[in-house]
C-alpha cells in the first residue's frame, strides 16, 4: 500500500524535493496512516514536514488527550509537531454556525495561516477513497451535475490528499502491520448527519448487498467523470478562443436614440456590456461543445443561473434563425440573431424604491436601500478558504454551483425560508426571526438575498446552510454590502 501512495504523489507532483508540507493530523486512522507515509515518504523524497493538530475543545478531557496521542506519535516518528487550540464554541455563537461546520472552519484557517507562517507549499490532509465514494453518493443525491459527480480532487491548489484512492480498510491493515494506534471520535459514530449515515449504513449495505468492490468502483468512475470534465472543459476553452468574444462597445448618443428601445435598455451610460458568439465557428462545433459555449456566454454576461436544457435548445434554434429574432433569458439577458453572431445583452433595470425587489447581477454592483452591494464570480480554490473563513459581517462567499434562480435583493414574504443544516432542513424564515429574539417592527427593514422562496442571506446574520462553499464547489460568489456614502 505504501507504495501505491507513493506513485499517487508523484502522479500529481503533490511534492517536491525541498517542499514545506504541513500534514493535518486528528489522531483518527486516516490521519495517522497519512502522517506514517508522509514520514517515510522522506526518505524517498528531500522534504520538509510538519504535523498541525487542531484541538477543538468540544469532548472535554477526551480532545485533549487526542492531542497528547498526537504528540506522542509525532514523536515516535520524528516528526515535529504543533497543536493549536481552537476557539469553536466562540464561532457557533458569534457566526449562528454548527458545531461541525465551526470546526471545520476553524481547522482550515488554522492550516492556511500556518502554512503563511511556516512558508509551507503544500497542506496534505487525510481523506480517503471511502470519503470520495461518500461525496459523490451525497453529490448524485442532491441532483449534482457532472462537475459534482467528479467528487473530490487529489490536488487543489495548496491541498494534496494522497490517500483518496486508498480504502479504509487498506488503511486500517497497514496500521495494524505497522503497529500504530489511533483515536476513535463518538461523533463519527453517530448517524445525525447525512454524511455520517452514508458511512455507517448506505455504503456498508451496498457493499453487502450488491458489490464488494461498490466504495471502490464509485471512486473509480468519479476519476473517470473528472477527466471527462477536465476533457470538455480543454475543448471548450479551445473553442471559447476560436469563437467567443466580450467587449464594452462605446455607443455616440445619436446611435443611442437611433437604437431599438430593448437596445436601449439594455445599456448603461454610453457602453453595453456585450458578449458574442461567432456563428462560423460555432456551428462546426459538437453538440456539447455548443452547449458549454452557450453557458459560458451566459455567466460572462451575468445573471444566468443553472442554464436549463429549455434555455440551451431555445438559444440553439435562436442560432439557426434569421437576423433580427431575439429572446429573454432569465436574469435580464436578451440574445440576439445578428448578422453573423448570436449577441448576448444585459438588461439594466432600472433603480428601484428602498425596500422593493432588486434583480442583483453577478458579477456585477447595485444600489439598493443605501448600499452599494457588489458581486464577484470566481472559481473556487483554497486560496479563496482563508478569506472565506474570515469573512465579515457584511461580505459573504457563497456557493454559486447551488443556486437555481435569478438573485433577488429584497425583504422578507410569506414562504420564506432558510436551510439550516446539511441534511436540506428548512426553517421559516419567520421562525428565525423569532429565534433571533428580532423585535417584530424591525423585521420588514432586514435585508435578504432570495433565490425565489429560498434565503441564501440573512443580510447581517446567517447564510443558508445550502449556499455554503464545500470542498465540490467549483464557483465561488463573493457578495458584498457597503453602506453608501
Given at each position: 500500500?505504501r507504495?501505491?501512495?507513493f506513485?499517487?504523489i508523484e502522479?500529481?507532483h503533490m511534492?517536491?524535493?525541498?517542499m ?10 486516516d ?7 508522509l514520514?517515510?515518504?522522506?526518505l524517498?523524497v528531500?522534504f ?12 472535554g ?9 498526537v504528540?506522542?506519535?509525532?514523536g ?13 464554541r466562540?464561532?457557533v455563537r ?6 461541525e461546520e465551526a ?12 502554512a ?5 507549499e ?5 481523506h ?7 461525496t459523490v ?13 467528479g ?14 484512492f486508498?480504502?479504509?480498510r ?8 505497522e503497529?500504530?494506534s489511533?483515536?476513535?471520535?463518538r461523533?463519527n459514530?453517530?448517524a445525525d448527519?447525512?454524511r455520517?449515515?452514508?458511512?455507517l449504513?448506505?455504503?456498508?449495505q451496498?457493499e ?6 461498490a466504495g471502490?468502483?464509485?471512486?473509480e ?5 473528472r ?10 476553452d479551445?473553442?471559447?478562443?476560436r469563437?467567443?468574444r466580450e467587449?464594452a462597445?462605446?455607443f455616440s448618443a445619436?446611435?443611442l ?18 458578449v458574442w458568439?461567432?456563428l ?17 456566454a ?6 444566468m ?10 438559444l440553439e ?10 429572446c429573454?433569458?432569465?436574469g435580464g439577458i436578451?440574445a440576439?440573431r445578428?448578422e453573423g453572431?448570436l ?10 424604491e428602498?425596500?422593493?425587489?432588486r ?5 456585477g ?13 470566481t472559481?473556487?480554490t ?8 474570515e469573512?465579515k ?5 457563497l ?9 433577488l435583493?429584497?425583504?422578507?414574504k ?10 436540506g432542513?428548512t ?25 425565489g422562496s429560498?434565503?441564501?442571506w ?5 447564510i ?5 462553499v ?10 458584498q454590502?457597503?453602506k453608501s456614502p
Amino acid at each position: 500500500m505504501r507504495k501505491h501512495i507513493f506513485q499517487v504523489i508523484e502522479k500529481y507532483h503533490m511534492i517536491e524535493p525541498g517542499m514545506r508540507v504541513i500534514a493535518g493530523v486528528s489522531g483518527g486512522a486516516d490521519s495517522v496512516c497519512l502522517l506514517s507515509i508522509l514520514a517515510r515518504y522522506r526518505l524517498e523524497v528531500p522534504f520538509t514536514l510538519l504535523a498541525v493538530h487542531v484541538e477543538h475543545g468540544l469532548r472535554g478531557q477526551e480532545s485533549l488527550e487526542d492531542a497528547e496521542f498526537v504528540e506522542q506519535l509525532c514523536g515516535k516518528l520524528s516528526v515535529p509537531c504543533r497543536v493549536v487550540h481552537a476557539q469553536v464554541r466562540q464561532r457557533v455563537r458569534e457566526e449562528k454556525l454548527s458545531c461541525e461546520e465551526a470546526g471545520r472552519a476553524e481547522r482550515y484557517r488554522i492550516f492556511h495561516e500556518t502554512a503563511k507562517e511556516w512558508g509551507a507549499e503544500r497542506i496534505a490532509v487525510a481523506h480517503n477513497q471511502n470519503d470520495q465514494a461518500e461525496t459523490v453518493l451525497w453529490n448524485l443525491a442532491r441532483g449534482s451535475g457532472l462537475q459534482g459527480l467528479g467528487g473530490i480532487r487529489p490536488v487543489q491548489g495548496d491541498i494534496i490528499r494522497p490517500l483518496l484512492f486508498t480504502e479504509r480498510r487498506e488503511i486500517e491493515a497497514y496500521l495494524y502491520r505497522e503497529g500504530l494506534s489511533w483515536r476513535t471520535d463518538r461523533t463519527n459514530l453517530e448517524a445525525d448527519f447525512t454524511r455520517n449515515r452514508i458511512r455507517l449504513h448506505l455504503l456498508p449495505q451496498m457493499e453487502e448487498e450488491l458489490n464488494g468492490q461498490a466504495g471502490r468502483h464509485i471512486a473509480e468512475a468519479a476519476g473517470r467523470l473528472r477527466e471527462i470534465q477536465d476533457y470538455i472543459d480543454k475543448k471548450a476553452d479551445e473553442a471559447a478562443a476560436r469563437c467567443l468574444r466580450e467587449n464594452a462597445i462605446p455607443f455616440s448618443a445619436a446611435s443611442l436614440k437611433a437604437a431599438p428601445l430593448e437596445v436601449r435598455t439594455a445599456l448603461p451610460a454610453g457602453k453595453a456590456p456585450s458578449v458574442w458568439i461567432l456563428l462560423e465557428y460555432y456551428n462546426k462545433e459538437e453538440t456539447l461543445i455548443r452547449e458549454e459555449l452557450l453557458k459560458r456566454a451566459l455567466r460572462k454576461c451575468g445573471g444566468m443561473k443553472d442554464v436549463g436544457a429549455v434555455h440551451l435548445e431555445m438559444l440553439e434554434r435562436l442560432a439557426g434563425m434569421d437576423c433580427g429574432k431575439s429572446c429573454d433569458l432569465p436574469g435580464g439577458i436578451r440574445a440576439v440573431r445578428e448578422e453573423g453572431i448570436l449577441r448576448f445583452l444585459k438588461r439594466n433595470p432600472e433603480p428601484e424604491e428602498s425596500g422593493s425587489e432588486r434583480i442583483l447581477p453577478v458579477p456585477g454592483c447595485v444600489s439598493y436601500c443605501g448600499f452599494c452591494v457588489t458581486t464577484e464570480l470566481t472559481e473556487n480554490t483554497p486560496g479563496l478558504k482563508k478569506d472565506i473563513l474570515e469573512e465579515k459581517k457584511y461580505t459573504k462567499w457563497l456557493s454559486y454551483d447551488t443556486i437555481t434562480g435569478s438573485l433577488l435583493l429584497r425583504t422578507r414574504k410569506t414562504g420564506d425560508y432558510l436551510v439550516i443544516n446539511a441534511d436540506g432542513g428548512t426553517k421559516k424564515l419567520k421562525d428565525f426571526f423569532i429565534d433571533q429574539k428580532i423585535p417584530r417592527e424591525m423585521r420588514d427593514q432586514i435585508l435578504l438575498l432570495a433565490d425565489g422562496s429560498h434565503i441564501l442571506w440573512v443580510v447581517g446574520w446567517r447564510i443558508s446552510e445550502a449556499a455554503k462553499v464545500t470542498d465540490t464547489t467549483e464557483r465561488v460568489m463573493k457578495i458584498q454590502f457597503v453602506k453608501s456614502p
